[in-house]
Structure formats: C-alpha cells, structure tokens
C-alpha cells in the first residue's frame, strides 16, 4: 500500500500485480508494537512503521467525519465488508485498548455533549440504540432476551421507507451504556449460537444510533435534528463466493447469503446508474438492501471499510473484495439534513394516521401512498401485486408505528432512559464479571473472537455439574445436541474431575474421555456432543499449563490431529497445504454436527469427509480440496458435495433442528430438504489420467489404466490408446518410419492422433447410463461417448482424430502433459431397506476422520512414471532395431572387405522401419564398389569410431586394432609391417603426386563419379 494506492501479485507469479485506488489504504499488518499499555502503535524500528495504520489514524480520517455529520444532521452509514478473519472487526469494534471506530465514535460523541452542556448549552440531546442481525433472510432483535423470541418482519413506510417492525430502539445516557448494550446484544446473539445456528461468517450485524437534536428556534418553534447512523458488520466476504457459485440453492430461497449476493447486485446496479445508465436496482431482494436502501443510494454519507487479507493463500478472496470495494467506490449519495420542527412531525404523523384509519375503514387499498415513498420506481408489477396483497398488515403496522413515534416525541427523553436503565441487567454482568476472577468456571469457544467467552457457568465450591440436554431433572449446564444426561464435572477437595455418561461423546484437549474420570486442568478444552466448545478455566490452579489463551481454532486443530490423524502443525507448509488446513478447520464440526442431526431427526444419512486431489476430481491442476460424502444408509446412494455447498445446507439442518428442539413443526418438503438430494442425478464414477508423451516421439501408447473414483479407491480398468495417424484417421505402421528421435523434428509439422476409448471393465454394479466425457489440450467444450446402460463392462470402440499445430507450445504439451477421462453415470434405482434407526446405523463410527487417504490408495506421479518408462521403452526398442542393423551392415562390409558404404546406403539401412527393409539394403553393401584398390584391409574387427578426415569427406571411418589414425583420410597404413620412414614419405607425398601414382582405371574413374553423388564411409 502506497498512499491510497493497494497493490495486490498473484503467489503464483503468473499476472502483473493489480492496483486499485480509494480515498485511503491502510496498512495494519505489521510495523507495530505495543507501547506497554496494550495499544498497538507503530514501531520506529520497522521498514513498515511510516505507513501503519493505527486505530487512532483510522478514526480520524473516517470516524471523525461520521461524528461530524451527525452533529450537522445528516444520515450515516459505516460498512465493512471483507473475508471472515481480515479484521473487519478490529476495524469497526477493536480489541481492549485498541478500540475501533464504534466505541471512538460512541465516546467522542457522549464526549462532545457533556462539554456542550457544561457550557450551559439549553439543547437537548437524546441518543437511542438498537442491534439486529440478519441470517437466512429472517432479522433477529439482539437486545430481546427472550426464549420465545421471533424473526421481525421488515416493512415498507409511506416515508420512512423499509423498516423492522417491533425493534427495540433503547435509550442511552453514556458511552458505558452503549458498551453494556453491545455486550447484551452479543451475548444474546452467542446463546443463539449454542443451538447449531449460524456463525458470525454467515450472519450479518447492523448496529444503529439515532441521535436527536431538540432546539428553539427564532419564531418559538421547537425543532428536531435527527442524525441516524448505520454501523454494518457484514458477513464474510467469502460466502458470497460460494452463493450460486456452486449452483445448489434450495428451492426455498432461502439461500444463506441471499443478502450479501443481493448487495453486491445492487452495487453494480447503482454504479451503472451513477454512469448515466437507467438501471433498476433490485432492493427488495433481500433483507439487508431493503434495510440500507438510504444508505446505498439514498439520504445517506456512506463509508465503505474493505478489509483485506495480506496472506498468499487468500489472494483470490482478498481480488475478489478489492473488484468489490471498487465498484463501490463509483455510488454517489444525495445526503440532506434532516430538520424540522418537532410539531410540524407530530401533526404530519396525525394526519397520516387519519388517512390510514380511513383507508384500512374502507377496505379499499390505495397505492398511491406507497408509491409516494422514495424509490418506487424500481418496484416490477409482479412487487406490485405482491404488495397488494399484504398492503392491509403494512398499513396496520404504519399505524402502529406512527403511534409510537408520536408517543416517544411526546414523552420526555430522561423518563425513557431511567425505564431503560431500571430494567436492565447491566449490575448482574458486572458481578459476573468479578466472581470470574476467583472462581472456577466454563466459558464456551466460538469461531467469532466477539462470541468467545459470552456465555459463562461459574462452578462452586464442592459441587457437581450435571450437563445435558435439559430433559432431566437436575440438569445445571443445558446445551441442545447433547445426550438427556450427557457427563458430569465434579469437585472435591480442590481437584477437579470429568465423568462421561454412557454412549455420551466428550473430548478433552482432542482426546475422547470414556468412563474413566478425567482430570481437569486449567484451560483445559472441552467438546461435549459435536459443537459445544468450551474452557474449563481455574483461577486458583498455580500449575504451569502449556495453553495459555485457548481458541476456538487451536481447540480444531488438536482434535484433527489426535481424533483425525491430521497434520495440523503451522509450520513449513506450502500455500496450497495451508488453504487444505483451513478447509479442514471449517469442514470438520459441520460434519460432526450433520452427523448428530441426522441421528436426532432420523434422516438416514450419514455425512463423511473426503479429501479429494485435482487428478481425483478430473482435472488436469488446481488444489487438493476437502469434500463431504453423504450416504444413504438404506439405499446406498451416495452423493459428494464441494464444501460450500455441505455448509450452506448444514445451516439449514441447523435451523430445522432447532424447530425440532422447541416442538415445533420442522419438516420440509423434499425440494426444500437439505438432506435430500436427486438419486438420478448424474454423478461422477470415477477418472482416468493419458499421460501424452509417447506422441511426442510419433509412437503409440496403448493403456489399461485404473478407474479411480473421488476417495481415490480403484473402481475398474480402461483400455484406453493414443496413436498417431494420418489427418484421415489411418494409423501409421512401422512401415511409415513415422519415429522421431528429438520431439523438436515435428516442430512445423501437423500432428495427428487417434484416440482410443475401447472399453471399461468392472465398474461398481449400482451404476448405469454410464459415458464418458473428455477435452484435450485447449478445447474448451467436452467430447462425449455414448451412454451405456445396465452393465459394469460397457464397450465404447470410441475413436477421434485429433489435429494439433506443431509449435513450441504443443511440443512441450505432448512431452510433458496428459489429458482426462471423466467417467459418469446413474445411481440405479434401489428399493429402501427398512433397517434400524439412524443413531444406530451411525454408530459405527461416523466422525471426523476422511475416508479415503488418496496417497495409498492412488498415485498419480507412480501411473505418470510407469507410462513414461512405457515410452521410454518403445523408443529403446526402436534405437536398439538401428543399433542392430549397422552392427549387421558393419559386419557384412567386413567380410566383403569394403573400405567405403555410400552414406545413402547407411541412411537407408539407419532408417529402415522393419527388419526385411534393413536386410534389403545390406544386402546391396556387396554391389557397393570402394573408390581405389589401395590395401586389401585385413579384415579384422573394428573397435572404435573416429571422425571423417580433413579432406572434408562425409562418413564414418572406422579404425580397426592396432591401426593409427594418419594426416590424410585417402592416405593410411592398412598393414602393421609399414615402416615409419614410408608412411612418412607418403605423408610428404604432395595431391599432383598422389594423383599420378593411381592408375586411371575405369573402376576408379566410375568411383570418382560416386563420389559427387555421395559422401562416403571408409573402413579401415
């Protein structure tokens, strides 16, 4: 980050780094220290000190004009958007010392109106706080702590626009307040949690603050200022990856995060629009855009936190929020001051309140005054006539509304809050809060920061905790997915002990605890049933304990390690290893907890994860991947699901156990269902992987290869071929002397090959419609063979013809790649087996551990191998068949006692693609004539190989035993008696010389001819 600018590069290296710029970056990644009270600032020792981003900075340039807007009147909205776990959180809220823009913002504000009033200032002040949160489209009250609570329903007003009907809007005299009110709201938004709900990834918070100026004008008119600001915590930006990415919403529509899929929409909508484009923006399509419709386009000042992850194994959600943020960036707003006089509001409200008393008298529905609301014009005619339809209720709830305002406007501001502060319950969480301190106690462990430790049992002295489900008498500790008596903590003389009921699942530090009683240490961590986490924490215990700050992350870890078999450890793994890990993180207790659903509401499914490499899935590259297997324990069927697609539906388990839990009504229909899924559905077999070298050198490769299926298991066997061919189809033979020795002689050249998809044999028997699909090299749709019913040996005879350019880039493809074979089919269908209850049947061990283990199972770097030795071992045979004709050629020129062979012969009998050619032309070697009549060569064997002689003859010489190599290649001993003295007056011998002292012969004149037809080989 440099100035506004952010840079993001690719780990891979493979693009240009990206840049975006905004208003401002910030940098908060390191260059800090702590400067002994807690609070991080920069570190003068750091390269990176000069552009860290403290707290204080950020609210400065961001939070101070919020504030500042609120005084002058205006609306305000805070977003912050980004990948769970990239501090969006830090950022909006903080951390201890370090707080955020919220609570700086809360503070200065409360601040600034005790100055105000210490300088005699006669304007009131009234400050009003609520918090909501939004999962799976239904809004929840976070400050209502009733058990019976339900989702608030979201209306539209003639002039407020969107609303949520009943909300408790809590007034507040100080800061401190507000930090009591946000704690009340996350503790009642983690005991929501305990009952399988959604995390904080999945759900999204909207905390608002009104803040109302009441004055006196000049005319005596009492007028209101009214300031409301939206601070918006929104869910991971990663699920909006994984909504409709994975293709497998419900039919309900109640897709997890409809919202943040909505709110991206109507981003892009709004920044058309801001380009002179007339777009519709589609704010009714969720929760969340109809209850920030000011703020995305309307009378608002809205700021947009995006919070980045600086980690390589998050670059592509970290692009994914930096594209986001920056059509963002192009919404223009239309804020205005919100003024005007206090009776003038009262009388609007009175007038209105006639008109619908009127109206709802009637009977008759009038739209005009919806569509006098802002932003009608983007309603379809479908909206409308839905709108229609619940007018009557929107009507009634206006009125009802309306009332309330007035009531509020009516009744005095300080009588509200001191009803507010009576019925709070700030003095018990104090306490609390203090006799954690000294007491032993069980906090529980979430996957959000803000929820860890929220709900808390405080263990006195010689006593026993019973835990359970609440459905016997006597339970201390109630948590929902636990056994009606699930185990029991005990003290006595100042040891504390853990005991597990029967058929009970309780791990400590990882590790299951059976019957036996377990000793409890400080910070000891806790699993009871599938996904209550919690610490057992002992003040007065002094012995040193190897965990200091447990979390909810490290408490995975240690289970995955010790439960799962796992490797967990942090250190020196790759980027992909490391993406594997966090996968696993989140998988793991989604399974465990689909698990005990499933048992609990008799669903005959067991869940399993698997992990699944890229060659497992059929796919050339890419990441190893954690998947989930869902089982029906009756009929067999299987069906694997992509992780996102196993939690969005694990959430919606979660929510019908819930209903099950409090007796009400919790069955869906079956396209509603998130155990079901379609048994006809096409579904992958298995894959096969052609590694394509042996074309790289125009040789064939014919395979029976191993079917191998997601869990890595061999499923069957395909004869499968690649073979080189002419443009038409015909196979070349050896008699086409096709074979290369580098793959650089095809380079210019098309490159032809059949492939070969013959048969499959000994498929699993609950397959049918069985085909195969494949794409090679760059193709960008699937070639597919017939479908083949009812058999586990289906023949294919599939043949294709497939023409490649010869370039550097297919060269390099054929030597060192491969393409896939996918193998699909159809479950068949199977009569259910009535069979024992599901708790039963999962009895076996359904858990955490992955099913398969793809290293034993199947390697796919061995069927690489094993077919590069294949090829390696055709090209040897073809080497070795010219290897063995120019022995054969050498031996023949031998016994005739020839001194040369023309090189077209040689090239001949080298390139001969069958023995009887090669034999052919040996056979010519005796015709051949030598050049002159100069020694008969003593016909021994040859033994050595030296280069063509000086004269600039082409050919091979070969030097016999005991000979010596001579100055001149048309001038040398071929007799071992030769004195020293005549080889060197013949080496003195000048070319007119030589000349004269061979005879002109006809045969040596018919040799000179030859020799400017050819080059030629001498044998010595």
Not at 112 to 129: L, M, R
Not at 766 to 790: A, G, P
């Amino acid at each position: 980050m440099q100035g506004a600018t952010t840079s993001i590069t690719d780990p891979s290296g493979g693009n240009e780094p990206k840049k975006f710029t905004f208003d401002f970056s910030y940098w908060s990644h390191d260059g800090c220290k702590d400067d002994g009270t807690g609070y991080f600032g920069p570190d003068s020792s750091h390269a990176n000190a000069k552009k860290f981003a403290d707290q204080k900075r950020v609210y400065n340039e961001l939070g101070a004009g919020v504030l500042n807007n609120a005084w002058e009147g205006y609306n305000s909205t805070l977003f912050a958007y980004g990948q769970t776990g990239s501090g969006k959180s830090w950022s909006m809220v903080g951390y201890g010392v370090n707080k955020g823009i919220v609570p700086m913002y809360c503070d200065h504000l409360f601040q600034q109106i005790n100055q105000k009033t210490a300088e005699g200032s006669t304007h009131q002040y009234e400050v009003t706080f609520s918090m909501i949160e939004i999962y799976n489209e239904n809004v929840q009250d976070l400050l209502d702590s009733s058990n019976s609570k339900t989702a608030l329903k979201v209306r539209q007003h003639p002039k407020m626009g969107f609303y949520a009907d009943g909300v408790k809007e809590v007034p507040v005299g100080s800061y401190v307040e507000i930090e009591q009110r946000t704690e009340e709201g996350t503790r009642n938004r983690t005991v929501a949690s305990t009952k399988m709900n959604a995390t904080s990834s999945r759900a999204h918070t909207i905390v608002c603050i009104k803040f109302v100026q009441k004055s006196t004008n000049d005319a005596g008119e009492e007028m209101a200022k009214t300031s409301v600001v939206n601070l918006v915590d929104l869910a991971g930006s990663e699920r909006a990856e994984s909504t409709g990415a994975t293709g497998d919403r419900l039919k309900e529509g109640a897709a997890i995060n409809q919202s943040l899929s909505s709110l991206g929409n109507c981003i892009a909508a709004l920044a058309d629009r801001a380009s002179g484009k007339n777009t519709r923006v589609p704010y009714r399509n969720s929760v969340l855009t109809k209850l920030l419709k000011n703020a995305l386009g309307g009378n608002s000042k809205t700021i947009m936190i995006a919070a980045l992850s600086p980690a390589d194994i998050n670059y592509d959600e970290t692009l994914s929020t930096l594209r986001y943020a920056d059509r963002a960036k192009q919404i223009k707003c239309s804020a205005k001051v919100n003024e005007d006089p206090t009776a003038a509001l009262i009388r609007e409200l009175q007038e209105e309140n006639e008109k619908l008393k009127a109206m709802l008298a009637s009977g008759k529905v009038d739209m005009s005054m919806m569509e006098a609301g802002e932003g009608s014009e983007d309603m379809t005619d479908e909206e409308r006539n839905q709108l229609k339809e619940d007018l009557e209720n929107e009507y009634k709830s206006a009125l009802e509304k309306n009332q309330q305002d007035m009531a509020n406007m009516e009744q005095e501001f300080q009588k509200r809050l001191a009803e507010a502060q009576a019925s709070s319950d700030f003095s018990d969480i104090a306490a609390l809060n203090e006799k954690k301190k000294t007491h032993p106690h069980l906090y529980n462990l979430n996957m959000d920061p803000q929820m860890t430790g929220k709900i808390t049992h405080i263990i006195d002295q010689d006593d026993e905790i019973i835990i359970g489900n609440g459905k016997c008498e006597g339970t201390d500790l109630t948590l929902r997915g636990l056994a009606d008596l699930h185990c029991k903590i005990m003290h006595k003389d100042g040891v504390f002990t853990l005991e597990t009921f029967p058929n009970a699942r309780t791990l400590r530090n990882g590790k299951s605890v059976t019957s036996e009683t377990k000793t409890l240490k400080n910070n000891d961590r806790l699993l009871f049933g599938t996904t209550q986490f919690y610490v057992f924490c002992n003040p007065n215990d002094k012995s040193e304990s190897k965990v200091t700050d447990p979390t909810f992350e490290m408490a995975q870890a240690e289970i995955a390690t010790k439960s799962g078999g796992f490797d967990m450890s942090g250190s020196n793994k790759s980027r992909d290893d490391a993406i594997l890990q966090q996968n696993l993180i989140e998988t793991m207790p989604g399974v465990e907890e689909a698990n005990s659903i499933s048992q609990a509401l008799d669903k005959r499914k067991r869940f399993d994860m698997i992990i699944v490499s890229p060659e497992a899935r059929g796919e050339l590259s890419g990441r190893t991947e954690v998947m989930v297997k869902m089982t029906d324990t009756d009929t067999k069927h299987e069906w694997i699901w992509t992780s996102n697609k196993f939690l969005d539906r694990k959430c919606i388990m979660s929510e019908m156990f819930d209903k099950y839990e409090d007796g009400k009504d919790w069955q869906l229909p079956q396209d509603k269902d998130p155990f079901y899924d379609d048994p006809a559905a096409h579904t992958q077999i298995g894959c096969v992987k052609m590694w394509l070298q042996s074309l790289s050198y125009m040789l064939e490769s014919n395979e029976l290869l191993d079917v191998t299926d997601l869990k890595g298991g061999v499923v069957g066997k395909m004869s499968l071929g690649v073979f080189p061919c002419d443009p038409k189809g015909k196979e070349y033979t050896e008699k086409d002397d096709k074979f290369v020795e580098n793959p650089d002689e095809l380079m210019g050249k098309n490159i032809d090959f059949k492939i070969k998809l013959v048969n499959i044999r000994g498929l699993p028997n609950r397959f049918t419609d069985v085909y195969c699909k494949y794409k090679v090299y760059l193709e960008d749709k699937f070639t597919q063979t017939k479908s083949i019913k009812d058999t586990i040996n289906p023949d294919y005879n599939h043949e294709r013809v497939i023409s490649l350019p010869g370039n550097k880039e297919t060269i390099e493809f054929l030597k060192t790649g491969a393409f896939v074979v996918q193998i699909w089919g159809v479950q068949k269908a199977v009569k259910a087996k009535a069979g024992g209850k599901t708790k039963a049947v999962l009895s076996g061990g359904a858990g955490i551990h992955a099913v398969n283990t793809n290293q034993t199972k199947f390697d796919p770097e061995k069927v690489k191998f094993m077919m590069e030795v294949g090829a390696l071992k055709k090209r040897q045979e073809k080497m070795e068949q010219k290897l063995a004709h120019m022995r054969k050629m050498i031996e023949v020129a031998e016994e005739h006692k020839k001194r040369k062979v023309s090189t077209k012969l040689i090239k001949d009998i080298y390139h001969a693609p069958t023995n009887d050619q090669a034999e052919k032309c040996i056979a010519l070697i005796p015709l051949e004539k030598d050049t002159d009549d100069e020694g008969e060569g003593g016909g021994s064997k040859p033994v050595g190989v030296i280069p063509p002689s000086k004269q600039g003859e082409k050919g091979l010489t070969l030097k016999k035993s005991g000979s010596k190599k001579s100055g001149s290649s048309s001038s040398s001993s071929d007799s071992s008696s030769s004195s020293s003295d005549d080889e060197k007056k013949k080496k003195e011998k000048s070319p007119k010389q030589k000349r004269k002292s061979s005879p002109k012969s006809a045969r040596s004149t018919k040799s000179t001819k030859s020799e400017k037809k050819s080059s030629a080989c001498v044998l010595l």
